[in-house]
């Protein structure tokens, strides 16, 4: 996969996160550890982004050299664009969020 490909899967990723995020669970689940899954970005991130990675073959470690270890480099790969992925909508929720003082 090229780096546009890779992209547009992380796009696609993180649109998954968020209808995820706004998908109810019952009450039951929701207290559960699923639940809490359910209510971290960073969490859920990882397994979204680890899946897809898993599903559509792409290695990032690979990409800069790394060992091919598919499932390892894709759980690893997964966290990494997750983490990225949370500190870059951490920046643009502050400068762009409206903070209303009552």
Known sequence: MNLVDVLLLISFGRVLIHLWFNFPLPEWVDNSRL??????????GVWIY?????????????????????????IIGGAIISFLM?????????????????
């Open 50 to 74: 680890s899946a897809l990675f898993v599903i559509f073959r792409v290695d990032i470690l690979n990409m800069v050299g790394l060992p091919h270890v598919v499932v390892v480099n894709s």
């Open 35 to 44: 639940g809490k899954l359910h209510h971290c970005t960073e969490c859920s």
């Open 86 to 102: 949370n500190l870059l909508e951490i920046g643009f929720r502050e400068r762009f969020m409206t903070i209303t003082i009552e």
